[in-house]
């Protein structure tokens, strides 16, 4: 295709403070389906094939960059010292503009739902003959947002709310914020932008009217008002999520997931679920799950940083924590938590048992109950079970501990030492049967408390003798 010979700039404006969020932590790194507001818009930067990418931040955002890194490791981030306008912003970011890139992005890092092909198409707009190209949508409430002021096809200006006539405002086709801008122009129409407005800020958006004047073409382009919604609030933050939820789970379905009801079911922008994945109501997905092939969540589980092999099953009511990694066939039961901790093939946990830090064979079986007690205190020590064991119900496996291949542990058992291949453990007080027991027992009892207050009444005389 043409247009990837093209290369490209983005700048992602994340400078923005945000206290409507009333929020200790800058505005972007909130997340949205486990991934923060600025991850989703580097994630839509890479996945449009972008060549570079300028995050700009406010000052004290050392948190933002090292996001901004994190997620695209060849960020070059420019800081935004005083806040003076998104025009101002994209300024900050002057000598990768200079770098001369054919096409520039400018993105809000506030608007999480932005996907990659709205980004190519935007690009794709400048490729053909625009030097501009806006990102409009119809607004069910347009108040707040820049007004297109449209003549035919071309754009001609955006008008903010607060710079608007009573007739501008009335139109519903708004600015999304997302701008492409030919790169040979950009600096030249952005230099000429001022702060002669009602905010005495440096609008990006004026680069319409100046294009205009400069007889380079301006055009929109229309999304939808859910790609383009903007994070302020955390009701609007909880708007986007329910958007991406629904995109997530969409997407799942169609990839082969069974989920009986899938609005039940939250996912992260990064779970992974194999085919013939059956989803059971009312799961929790955290960041980090790789689900295989032919596995079964049941209801009420919650799963993070977890590895869930082919046709496993887990819960219902299970935890699986990050570096819970689950082979094969295993099967995880209800109330059972694992965290760091490798499950093998065919192996089964039942009923409230925890495994923590350490690992279980192929085929074992961790009873009922059954607790790796991995932490002295200090810290944190490791439990093997070997291949095939099977340890009894209600058994404490006191780490650093081993217990082989084929061994058994009886049930109740507190395991300390080392249980080798095949063995059996018992490690319980000995049951005690005393026969014809019953019958006695009320005499006995008579008798004791009648003893209990004889002694009650002696130490009275024993003081008086003291005295
Ligand atoms: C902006 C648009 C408006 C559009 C709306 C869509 C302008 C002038 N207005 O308005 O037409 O309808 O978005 O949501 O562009 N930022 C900086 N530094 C600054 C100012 C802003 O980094 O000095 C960043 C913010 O962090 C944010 C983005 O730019 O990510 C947009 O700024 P914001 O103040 O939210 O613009 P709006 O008033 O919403
Ligand atoms: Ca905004």
New binding site residues.
């Given amino acids: 295709m043409k247009m990837s010979r093209r290369n490209c700039l983005a700048i992602v404006?994340?400078?923005?403070?945000?206290a409507r969020m009333r929020s200790a932590r800058p505005?972007?790194l909130h997340a949205v389906a486990g991934r923060s507001l600025l991850a989703h818009a580097l994630h839509a930067v890479r996945d449009a094939g972008i060549d570079a990418c300028a995050v700009?931040v406010?000052p004290h955002a050392d948190p933002v960059a090292v996001e901004a890194r994190h997620v695209l490791p060849q960020s070059d981030i420019f800081v935004?010292h005083?806040?003076?306008?998104?025009?101002?912003?994209v300024l900050t970011a002057r000598s990768a503009i200079e770098n001369g890139a054919d096409d520039i992005l400018v993105i809000?890092?506030?608007?999480p739902l932005i996907t990659a092909d709205t980004l190519k198409r935007l690009r794709g707009a400048i490729d053909h003959h625009a030097s501009v190209a806006v990102l409009g949508f119809r607004a069910a409430n347009p108040s707040?947002?820049?007004r297109l002021i449209t003549n035919g096809h071309r754009l001609v200006a955006?008008r903010?709310e607060k710079d608007a006539s009573d007739i501008e405002r009335r139109i519903d086709l708004?600015?999304?914020?997302l701008m492409a801008l030919r790169g040979e122009c950009a600096l030249d129409i952005l230099d000429r932008i001022d702060d002669a407005n009602a905010k005495r800020?440096?609008?990006?958006?004026d680069a319409v009217t100046i294009a205009d004047a400069m007889a380079l073409e301006a055009i929109a382009l229309e999304t939808t008002e859910d790609e383009?919604h903007?994070i302020?609030t955390r009701a609007q933050l909880a708007q986007a999520e329910a958007v991406m939820q629904r995109r997530l789970r969409a997407a799942a379905l169609e990839a082969g997931v069974t989920m009986v009801a899938p609005d039940t079911v939250f996912l992260c922008a990064d779970t992974r679920l194999g085919r013939d994945v059956t989803i059971e109501p009312h799961v929790v997905f955290g960041p980090g799950v790789v689900v295989e092939d032919d596995a079964v969540i049941h209801s009420f589980s919650h799963l993070e940083g977890a590895h869930v092999g082919k046709g496993a099953s887990v819960g219902p009511f299970a935890r699986l924590r990050p570096g819970a990694k689950l082979g094969a066939r295993s099967r995880i039961g209800n109330f059972v938590e694992v965290k760091a901790a490798e499950i093998g093939e065919g192996a089964k946990a039942n009923h409230l048992a925890y495994i923590g830090d350490g690992s279980v064979g192929a085929a074992a079986n961790i009873g009922a109950g059954t607790i790796f007690c991995n932490y002295d205190g200090k810290t944190k020590h490791r439990t093997e079970v070997g291949k095939n064991a099977f340890i009894g119900s209600n058994s404490a496996l006191v780490a650093p501990v081993t217990v082989g291949d084929n061994a058994y542990v009886g049930s109740g058992s507190v395991i300390t030492d080392n249980v080798p291949p095949g063995a059996l453990a018992i490690a319980r007080g000995r049951q005690v049967v005393k026969a014809d027991w019953a019958p006695g027992r009320k005499k006995r009892a008579v008798a004791k408390s009648q003893r209990k207050s004889q002694r009650k009444a002696a130490p009275k005389r024993k003081k008086k003798t003291k005295r």
């Fill in positions: 404006l994340a400078a923005g403070e945000g505005k972007v700009v406010g935004q005083e806040r003076r306008g998104t025009a101002h912003a809000f890092g506030d608007t707040g947002y820049g955006i903010e708004c600015n999304g914020g800020e440096f609008y990006l958006t383009v903007g302020n």
